[in-house]
């Protein structure tokens, strides 16, 4: 059973990276893509952005001049990068897998609550 | 931005009774292979949402026949035929058709 295992996160001041890693366990990295969504009060639930196997991403729009997602599939695992937070990036963050066939989210990390504060 | 609106915002339910939630979209969900690409998800308390129906009418796995979906194009609604208590949480909608994934704002169902 695919499990999605996520860490990083926690404090961060203004201006700073935010930096999050999400670990596959027990399944295969090709054949799906993968992504990054954020759930803030005041916003509901936001996608961030996805990447596949092939190392293609994309973005929404809204945090693309901020946002890096990488993968390394050879440790099945994949990233996020979101640089000069503000306190509006506060969040809980997800990492998720998307069925290629069904464009859902199936699978879903147990999410990591990011605090942006001076 | 495909933008996904939910009614009602709240929901509140009598255990054993019937209810629903509707998603409307700003643009249509029916893709040219003749699916429509809106799912739903439940987020129980404290937990990470997890995947009730996929392609507008699909259980997903391990999900009870009492939940049902269904519509097309822009307007889709979920069912639950018999509330039970372990159903509450907040029900969103979501559409996979742009990349560009969007959420609806949630509806909370709650046990009278």
């Known amino acids: 059973q695919v499990q999605l295992q996520q860490w990083g996160g926690g404090l961060l001041r203004p201006s700073e990276t935010l930096s999050l890693t999400c670990d596959v366990h027990?399944?295969?990295?090709?054949?799906?893509?993968w992504s990054w969504i954020r759930q803030s009060p005041g916003k509901g639930l936001e996608w961030i952005g996805e990447?596949?196997?092939?190392?293609?991403?994309d973005y929404n729009p809204s945090l693309k001049s901020r946002v890096t997602i990488s993968g390394d599939t050879s440790k099945n695992k994949f990233s996020l990068k979101l640089t000069s937070v503000t306190a509006t990036d506060t969040a809980v963050y997800y990492c998720?897998?998307?069925?290629?066939?069904?464009?859902?989210?199936?699978?879903w990390g147990q999410g990591t609550l990011v605090t942006v504060s001076s | 931005d495909i933008v996904m609106t939910q009614s009602p915002l709240s929901l509140p339910v009598t255990p054993g009774e019937p209810a629903s939630i509707s998603c409307r979209s700003s643009?249509?969900?029916?893709?040219?292979?003749?699916?429509?690409?809106l799912h739903w998800y439940l987020q129980k308390p404290g937990q990470s949402p997890q995947l009730l129906i996929y392609m507008a009418s699909n259980r997903a796995s391990g999900v009870p026949d009492r939940f049902s979906g269904s519509g097309s194009g822009t307007h889709f609604t979920l069912k639950i035929n018999r509330v039970e208590a372990e159903d509450v949480g907040v029900y969103y909608c979501?559409?996979?058709?742009?990349?560009?994934?969007?959420f609806g704002q949630g509806t909370k169902l709650e046990i009278k």
């Open positions: 979501m559409q996979g058709l742009q990349s560009f994934y969007t």
């Open positions: 990447i596949n196997h092939s190392g293609e991403t």
């Open positions: 643009q249509s969900l029916l893709h040219s292979n003749g699916y429509n690409y």
């Open positions: 027990g399944g295969s990295f090709s054949g799906y893509f």
């Open positions: 998720a897998r998307m069925e290629m066939n069904m464009e859902a989210f199936d699978i």
